[in-house]
């Protein structure tokens, strides 16, 4: 007498314990028996084999309560998944097997193939197979299980097409795929300021694909294959560089990116030139002309003190000659410098050149004579005629 039920293989490296007995049937989708499809038992610890028989039945023998997982194989009928029990009792299984099935996509454009296309397959919000087109446009699947699916194609520049479509069998399917661009629209602000404010002149780049400069309210427009990865970049003179990694989609884009200045210091000195021993009043600011407070200052390479809450500071200069400062805030450095100071008993020149600051002119007096200019000159030779007349008489 023929049997109808195949033999469970031997168990490898089987647990200690009790076992249970799995009758597992496999049928097509019609709930047709399917006959030789080998099946690949596994649990933690073990495995075993076994081959269906003319009725689609096969016993298997299994730790009682382990977590089971069943793959099918067969040269007609294939399973993307496996079977899985979670605990394993005495219990008839029934896995479903399908149709062994594949597609040919072929992607296209106006002007022919596309190549290097992205394929998406997908089965109940699952992927399936994913790959690209070849230089002629054709993408073909493995081997798929005979069902309705959904069809994913998209390339940078195109707009991505989906649809769904049924396997069942080796198919070919054609894809046309269309070319088109969309607006990235950029503003860029400086955030130093409430409200911020708009940044005029600002490059802004779409990495690959093109730019703009900002007009006066800081916008910019830039036109960009859509379905696109790309860098925006923007820079402006005395400004932080932003780069950011961007998607364009299949619609306009709107960005806002915040500009903000280079971190800078600028020292101003009251004066250039001091007596020695006096303080030299010093004026820091930032990139804003904001006081840079708290920032370290030095005088020759010597640590002299620190800005206040106004960004000033009086710095005293006792030896005479010539002396270079400048101040640090954040590891940001400033301008340096220079002042020269005086000892206090220097030549004549030198202390004409420097007038105190407070000294003040002292007017010159100035003394006249009788009631209009040049009448002492004209007495002078009046009375000289007449000496003159009198000596001529005698």
């Not at 023929?2 to 031997?10: C, I, Q, T």
């Not at 647990?15 to 496999?26: A, H, I, N």
């Not at 940078?156 to 070919?172: A, F, M, Q, S, V």
């Not at 002396?323 to 640090?328: A, G, I, K, P, S």
């Amino acid at each position: 007498m023929l049997s109808l039920v195949a033999p469970a293989g031997v168990a490898v490296a089987q647990s200690d314990g009790e076992t249970v007995t799995l009758t597992v049937t496999v049928r097509d989708k019609a709930g047709n028996p399917i006959s030789d499809a080998d099946l690949d038992v596994t649990w933690d610890g073990g495995s075993t084999t076994a081959t269906t028989a003319a009725n689609g039945k096969a016993f298997v023998d299994v730790p009682e309560g382990a977590a089971v997982t069943i793959e099918v194989t067969h040269p007609r009928y294939v399973r993307n998944s496996p079977y899985r029990i979670d605990e394993a009792t005495e219990d008839d299984i029934t896995v479903d097997v399908f149709r062994k099935s594949s597609v040919r996509l072929e992607v296209s454009d106006d002007d022919g193939p596309v190549a290097n296309a992205s394929v998406l397959i997908e089965r109940g919000g699952l992927d399936v197979e994913t790959g690209t087109t070849g230089p002629n446009g054709v993408f073909e699947s493995g081997v798929l299980q005979a069902g309705s699916y959904s069809i994913t194609i998209s390339k940078d520049g195109y707009y991505t097409r989906r649809k769904p479509l049924d396997i069942d069998g080796e198919i070919t399917n054609r894809v046309a795929l269309r070319r088109g661009s969309t607006t990235v629209d950029v503003r860029v602000t400086d955030p130093h300021f409430d409200p911020e404010r708009p940044i005029t002149g600002a490059n802004v780049t779409l990495v690959g694909v093109g730019g703009n400069r900002t007009d006066r309210g800081g916008n910019a427009s830039v036109t960009a294959p859509v379905n696109t990865e790309t860098t925006l970049r923007v820079t402006r003179d005395g400004y932080r560089t932003v780069e950011r990694d961007l998607t364009v989609g299949e619609t306009a884009t709107t960005v806002s990116v915040g500009l903000s200045r280079t971190p800078s210091i600028t020292l101003a000195a009251a004066n250039e030139r001091i007596v020695a021993g006096e303080r030299l009043v010093l004026t820091a600011t930032d990139a804003y002309g904001d006081p840079a407070t708290n920032a370290t200052i030095y005088l020759d390479g010597e640590r002299a003190g620190t800005t206040d809450g106004e960004g000033e500071a009086a710095v005293r200069i006792d030896d005479p000659g010539d002396h270079t400062l400048y101040v640090t805030r954040n590891g940001v450095r400033s301008n340096e410098v220079s002042v020269e100071a005086i000892s206090a008993d220097g030549d004549a020149a030198t202390a004409t050149a420097m007038p105190s600051p407070t000294a003040t002119p002292t007017p010159t007096a100035t003394t006249t004579t009788g009631t209009s200019p040049g009448f002492g000159v004209i007495l002078a030779v009046l009375a000289t005629l007449l000496f003159a007349a009198r000596f001529v008489r005698r």
